[in-house]
């Protein structure tokens, strides 16, 4: 195993000199050169997202304490209805903060380019899923009619999908075996 990762190494060295120039000899003298060390990067765009889901999620919070505070601005039903959606919005607006700090500072650590960028869109797919959940749970106060919709598109697309998610079955195989 170390044999074989050892030989990835050295090819993906010879790929990226081969990719700054095209002479042989200085293609192997730059594959022989060791590399320096991974440096994490923080970019200010990382920055600046993650400050705006905080600030979002921030302002939802004082929005439903500002409702909470002056109840006679909604009527009962409504201000219930209102305060769901206040919650269900802070919820994501957290998860989405909480999810770019991962990325950027956990995921954004990893030294194989390959691995890092697989994690990432493995990563992201997660919080998708699970931000499109609580926008399910927000929107749809009866849950049966919800999962009877949703079971009855599942069916729908399971059918017209089949390929693409065994494709993206494979996919997911490839990213775990890494047999490249």
Same mark, same amino acid.
């Given at each position: 195993?170390?044999?074989?990762? =050892?030989?990835?190494?050295?090819?993906?060295?010879?790929?990226? *000199?081969?990719?700054?120039?095209?002479?042989? =000899?200085?293609?192997?003298?730059?594959?022989? =050169?060791?590399?320096?060390? /991974? @440096?994490?990067?923080? @970019? =200010?765009?990382?920055?600046?997202? #993650?400050?705006?889901?905080? *600030?979002? *999620?921030?302002?939802?919070?004082?929005?439903?304490?500002?409702?909470?505070?002056?109840?006679?601005?909604?009527?009962?039903?409504? @201000? *219930?209805?209102?305060?769901?959606?206040?919650?269900?919005?802070?919820?994501? /607006?957290?998860?989405?903060?909480?999810?770019?700090?991962?990325?950027? !500072?956990?995921?954004?650590?990893?030294?194989?380019?390959?691995? @890092?960028?697989?994690?990432?869109?493995? !990563?992201?797919?997660?919080?998708?899923?699970?931000?499109?959940?609580?926008?399910?749970?927000?929107? !749809?106060?009866?849950?049966?009619?919800?999962?009877?919709?949703?079971?009855?598109?599942?069916? #729908?697309?399971?059918?017209?999908?089949?390929?693409?998610?065994?494709?993206?079955?494979?996919?997911?195989?490839?990213?775990?075996?890494?047999?490249?």
């Amino acid at each position: 195993m170390e044999r074989r990762d =050892k030989e990835q190494e050295n090819l993906s060295r010879l790929e990226r *000199a081969a990719q700054r120039t095209a002479d042989p =000899k200085t293609i192997q003298q730059q594959a022989k =050169k060791p590399e320096g060390k /991974f @440096r994490f990067s923080f @970019r =200010k765009e990382d920055l600046w997202w #993650t400050a705006g889901f905080a *600030a979002a *999620a921030l302002l939802l919070f004082a929005v439903q304490l500002l409702i909470n505070w002056h109840l006679e601005w909604f009527e009962a039903p409504l @201000r *219930a209805r209102v305060l769901n959606y206040v919650w269900g919005g802070l919820l994501i /607006f957290v998860m989405l903060t909480i999810a770019n700090i991962v990325e950027v !500072f956990l995921i954004g650590r990893i030294p194989n380019r390959v691995s @890092r960028f697989n994690l990432k869109r493995i !990563f992201r797919l997660v919080v998708v899923v699970a931000v499109v959940f609580v926008a399910i749970s927000v929107l !749809f106060v009866n849950w049966y009619a919800a999962v009877v919709s949703l079971g009855l598109i599942s069916l #729908t697309l399971g059918f017209a999908l089949q390929m693409p998610i065994s494709s993206f079955i494979a996919w997911i195989y490839i990213l775990a075996r890494a047999p490249y």
